[in-house]
């Protein structure tokens, strides 16, 4: 690869359409969290002016239900002085920048991560363009998770990956589809821990995971040292964080020969839309592996805490067997896919320097999740959840052609999907006062033949579930789950997570497409509702506590925590403790 070549997707004319999509987003959603505050024009059309009055950017939009605006791109023009000038995505953030909040710390970082993002959309504008049809036809579990074009639907700055250099975002990105060879680290047992889900050893995981050979050439690697491999645990390590983290800032660990370098696996990965998350391309029906990387993405440093890593088993077994053992849950088919092991290092001189909150003390760990393959019956397929928000470059969303290719109506597509994804989480909430973070990206859906959703599969446990019930029995390790959260903000679950974050988008598309009406779709999701609870009357009374009926609720914004902290947006031990509020929203279903 040439120097000419790692910047060829950035050309003039995907910088200006990129910026162009990325500014319409902005407005959407920052006039959706009432940063902003656009004047109508008349027609549909509107406006904004900029924190000094002398810029004005004009754009259509439709609003819709959950003061969703559609703004359409090609009609966003920005003006000043009589002029029309180019949109330019770094100029409006300064422009805004006192209407956003943005601190002289946060604006410049903020910009930084805005150009990654910009320079991702350019990559993606590169690549051959797949319709939506052809993914929903047969585009595999990797095709779609690889073709997504947008990330998380709300963030504005959505693909910061603030460490990736251009030659590391051409091999880790998940749109770029590079397979990957994971590295890995013998750690010594001294600094280092693995635990297992029941039935599991770390010699069972380590002989599915790895070929003989492989473990045999990394054992003589460390006897050629003159060091006992018996000492040691084996760590899987992202190649981004051992070039540019582990090789130097844990240089003492690895001149004491606390960890040894072993060299790389066999298998070839390919990187989730999380980004450190790696799906086996070699080997399907292996783990998912999740690593520790030190990069800075959509309000968090990526790293993985040794200390965290040690309850991860245990909290997914706990999970796994109240599915299980849930009529109600086994009934929509939701099963989770679990993290079953998790090793972690940890280096005690940072651990003696740093709070718990610390990126050094998250920076060598990693986990082995299950792969959904081995699960899937004759004629069923994978894909995320995340990819119902996909929309082609001809403006057309991989939701409405899988409903296309049913056969159903939008409203007979939308029974089984809401079953299998909503109908879980409503039981959790209102029967064990339990929460998931149940965002695209988070949830597998399994498929049928004719695009029909058959049941849902949650993912990313351990960090991302919480039982609010301060009474709950929780075994030992497990009640790290446990958190505080004020009675009028626990449904807020359901309504941020699902109605405002998920579902807001879904029903857009879908609408703007022409594919159904507002109607249509929240008749669908309050259908699925009152069914539920009209199969689970011993419920009544917290149906009655926590009304899902209500006639709105409260905003709560996301950018705005990371408009205001794009380095820690939230503490997930006390996670409604950072939530930003800014008012109410009509409750759809009401």
């Given at each position: 690869m040439t120097f000419a070549d790692t910047v060829a997707h950035l050309s003039p004319e995907r910088w200006a359409r990129a910026n162009r999509l990325?500014?319409?987003?902005?407005?959407?959603?920052?006039?959706?969290?009432?940063?902003?505050?656009?004047?109508?024009?008349?027609?549909?059309?509107?406006?904004?002016?900029?924190?000094?009055?002398?810029?004005?950017?004009?754009?259509?939009?439709?609003?819709?239900?959950?003061?969703?605006?559609?703004v359409a791109a090609d009609s966003v023009t920005r003006h000043r002085d009589g002029t029309e000038l180019p949109l330019d995505a770094l100029e409006f953030l300064t422009e805004f920048r006192t209407s956003l909040g943005l601190s002289d710390a946060i604006l410049p970082v903020y910009l930084e991560e805005i150009s990654s993002t910009l320079s991702g959309t350019c990559y993606k504008l590169a690549k051959p363009p797949v319709t939506s049809a052809s993914l929903a036809?047969?585009?595999?579990?990797?095709?779609?998770?690889?073709?997504?074009?947008?990330?998380?639907?709300?963030?504005?700055?959505?693909?910061?990956?603030?460490?990736?250099?251009?030659?590391?975002?051409?091999?880790?990105?998940?749109?770029?589809?590079?397979?990957?060879?994971?590295?890995?680290?013998a750690a010594t047992r001294e600094r280092a821990a693995f635990t297992a889900g029941a039935g599991l050893t770390y010699e069972s995981l380590l002989r599915a995971e790895l070929a003989e050979e492989t473990l045999a050439r990394f054992a003589a690697t460390l006897t050629g040292q003159g060091l006992d491999p018996d000492d040691y645990l084996l760590i899987p390590v992202h190649p981004w964080q051992w070039w540019n983290k582990l090789s130097v800032t844990f240089a003492a660990e690895i001149a004491e020969r606390r960890l040894v370098l072993l060299g790389e696996g066999d298998d070839e990965y390919l990187a989730q839309q999380s980004i450190r998350t790696f799906f086996n391309a070699s080997d399907p029906a292996k783990h998912y592996v999740k690593t520790a990387l030190s990069v800075l993405n959509m309000g968090f440093m990526r790293g993985l805490s040794a200390s965290y890593m040690k309850d991860t088993p245990a909290i997914n077994d706990w999970l796994a067997q109240l599915v299980e053992n849930d009529p109600v849950l086994k009934a929509t088919g939701l099963t989770v896919i679990r993290e079953r092991a998790a090793v972690g290092y940890r280096h005690l001189e940072y651990e003696a320097a740093t709070d718990r909150y610390s990126p050094y003390r998250k920076m060598l760990a990693a986990l082995w999740r299950e792969s959904p393959v081995p699960s899937l019956a004759e004629g069923e397929r994978l894909a995320t959840m995340a990819s119902l928000l996909h929309v082609d470059e001809d403006g057309h969303s991989l939701a409405a052609a899988l409903i296309e290719r049913s056969g159903l109506t939008p409203a007979?597509?939308?029974?089984?999907?809401?079953?299998?994804?909503?109908?879980?989480?409503?039981?959790?909430?209102?029967?064990?006062?339990?929460?998931?973070?149940?965002?695209?990206?988070?949830?597998?859906?399994?498929?049928?033949?004719?695009?029909?959703?058959?049941?849902?599969?949650?993912?990313?446990?351990?960090?991302?579930?919480?039982?609010?019930?301060?009474?709950?029995?929780?075994?030992?390790?497990?009640?790290?789950?446990?958190?505080?959260?004020?009675?009028?903000?626990?449904?807020?679950?359901?309504?941020?997570?699902?109605?405002?974050?998920?579902?807001?988008?879904?029903?857009?598309?879908?609408?703007?497409?022409?594919?159904?009406?507002?109607?249509?779709?929240?008749d669908a999701v309050a259908e699925c509702v009152r069914d539920y609870q009209d199969s689970a009357p011993q419920l009544a009374d917290r149906f009655r506590q926590y009304d899902l009926f209500a006639p709105e609720f409260t905003l709560s914004c996301l950018n705005r925590l990371q408009l205001r902290n794009n380095e820690q947006m939230v503490d997930l031990a006390d996670p409604s403790g950072a939530l930003q509020l800014a008012g109410t929203l009509r409750n759809p279903i009401a």
């Open positions: 990325l500014i319409r987003k902005a407005l959407a959603e920052f006039t959706h969290e009432r940063l902003l505050t656009p004047e109508p024009l008349g027609d549909g059309r509107y406006a904004v002016r900029s924190d000094d009055g002398a810029t004005e950017y004009r754009f259509a939009a439709r609003r819709l239900r959950l003061d969703h605006w559609q036809r047969d585009g595999s579990f990797q095709d779609i998770e690889t073709g997504m074009t947008e990330g998380h639907p709300c963030f504005v700055a959505n693909n910061g990956r603030l460490g990736f250099g251009v030659h590391e975002y051409l091999s880790y990105a998940p749109e770029t589809a590079s397979p990957v060879r994971l590295i890995w680290l007979e597509w939308l029974r089984p999907y809401l079953r299998s994804y909503l109908t879980p989480l409503l039981h959790s909430f209102y029967a064990y006062d339990l929460v998931y973070m149940p965002h695209g990206e988070n949830v597998i859906l399994v498929l049928g033949e004719d695009g029909t959703a058959r049941r849902a599969i949650f993912k990313d446990i351990a960090e991302e579930i919480a039982v609010m019930d301060p009474d709950a029995v929780l075994p030992p390790g497990v009640d790290r789950i446990r958190v505080e959260v004020p009675d009028d903000r626990k449904l807020l679950s359901i309504f941020t997570d699902v109605f405002d974050c998920f579902f807001r988008f879904l029903a857009a598309n879908l609408v703007t497409e022409g594919v159904l009406d507002e109607d249509t779709f929240w």
